[in-house]
């Protein structure tokens, strides 16, 4: 079954075919990086234009690429929510248009399901299954949630089967994504950050950390995050030391050139700054890790399942991969591809809530706080 997958919720206008829940016959991403860039973050109205501006075209390359013709897609996926309101309701509203013109059904999809299936999509074409029960981290420029994954009928190992999910922690404030864009943009690293801290990171030659940034404490539920005190205290370290903001003007003034790469950036930091770096990626990465894995200890879980943007992260790659042999879980990635926002993991969740019957009428509305249950 041949279903394609509609996704806007954010900033990626993104449409695929997926054929029965896994097999990936086209996926593509308009990004709106470019757009969004000089706001150091996502702007909703010009995101819902871009949407307006991107939809029609990218639905056609991905019905093309998968070589087919639009009257033989079988049902049609589209995120309902969370996400923007306005930016929803463009994939939304597409999706609407076209079911009612094919004549096919509309399968309302949540965006962090689809986050889920990118994991599933990943493990079957590397031909690995992803057992369950799992813990799953979603971690984005949005989200930073964990969930207990259990398949819908206990007796099942199926990932198309439908499935429950138990939300376990989240952040009380910015989401991991979030803090690493803001952090970027404080150091005149550009937007968004996550790419080009991870690699400033790795290359950092082991000066010592100019500040030390420890596990963040939390009360009530252990398992909740929380990363903007992380995020301040990188703002004063920087405030209180003069010599930052030279090299941090260097950069902006790169920036401004249009010089946003690894190559033309790296030359403009000082062996403190990749410390510092260094220093802010340690405690994410500890933090995400350290809960994850006690959240995975305490229900005894078979698997972990990391998605998100966050998720192409290769220090947090790494150490989950580490943690993860020394404690007798499997840990599991999507691709980077599949890692951010894609329609393909729509295409897929979709397929699984097609054949339990999940089907939206005509009614079917953006909810920009859907949440996952
Ligand atoms: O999933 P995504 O494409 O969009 C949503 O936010 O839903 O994730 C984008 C976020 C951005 O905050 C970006 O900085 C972060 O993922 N990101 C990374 C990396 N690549 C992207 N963060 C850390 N390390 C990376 N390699
Ligand atoms: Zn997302």
């Known amino acids: 079954m041949r279903i394609l997958g509609i996704e806007s ?6 449409a695929a075919v997926v054929a ?13 990086i ?27 390359e991905a019905i093309a690429q998968a070589g087919m013709k639009l009257q033989e897609v079988e049902a049609i ?33 949540n965006h962090l399901e689809g986050h889920v299936h990118a994991v599933f999509l990943e493990a079957h074409k590397a031909g690995r299954a992803a057992k369950l029960p799992a813990v799953c981290l979603i971690v984005s420029g949005g989200h930073t949630v964990l969930y207990e994954v259990r398949a819908g009928d206990s007796n099942v190992q199926d990932p198309n089967g439908l499935l429950r999910y138990r939300k376990i922690g989240q952040t009380r ?53 929380s990363f903007s005190g992380l995020k301040t205290a990188v703002l004063y370290h920087v405030r209180e030391h003069n010599e930052y903001v030279e090299e941090i003007g260097r950069r902006e003034e ?32 500890r933090d995400l890790v350290e809960r994850t894995m006690n959240a995975a200890e305490e229900l005894a879980v078979e ?22 042999k020394s404690s007798g ?23 699984s809530r097609f054949r339990a019957g999940v089907i939206a009428d005509t009614t079917l509305n953006a909810d920009p706080s859907l949440a996952l249950a």
């Open 173 to 225: 404030d910015d989401a991991a994504g979030e803090a690493y864009d803001k952090v970027a943009k404080l150091l005149g690293l550009g937007y968004p950050g996550g790419p080009i801290l991870d690699r400033l990171a790795a290359v950092s030659n082991g000066a010592m950390a100019p500040v030390k940034f420890g596990p963040t404490k939390m009360r009530g539920n252990v398992l909740d995050f």
């Open 77 to 109: 996926g589209v995120t309902q929510g969370p996400g923007l309101v306005g930016a929803l309701l463009v994939g939304i509203t597409y999706g609407k248009t076209l079911a009612q013109a094919l004549g096919r059904p509309l399968v309302p999809v």
């Open 329 to 351: 879980v499997e840990v599991f990635f999507p691709s980077r591809a599949l890692s951010t926002d894609n329609a393909a993991m729509i295409a897929a969740a979709a397929y």
């Open 303 to 324: 698997s972990i399942l990391v998605s998100g943007g966050v998720a192409a992260n290769s220090q947090l790659r790494a150490t989950f991969e580490q943690r993860a």
């Open 254 to 285: 790169a920036l401004a050139r249009g010089e946003r790469k690894f190559e033309q950036l790296l030359p403009l930091c000082s062996p403190k700054t990749l410390a510092l770096v260094r220093e802010f990626q340690n405690a994410v990465v």
């Open 9 to 14: 919720s954010c900033d990626e206008t993104a």
């Open 20 to 32: 029965d829940g896994r097999e990936i016959l086209s996926s593509i991403v308009a990004s709106q």
């Open 34 to 60: 470019d757009v969004h860039r000089k706001y150091g973050g996502v702007v909703p109205e010009l995101a819902s234009r871009e949407h307006l501006r991107q939809i029609v075209p990218v639905v056609r």
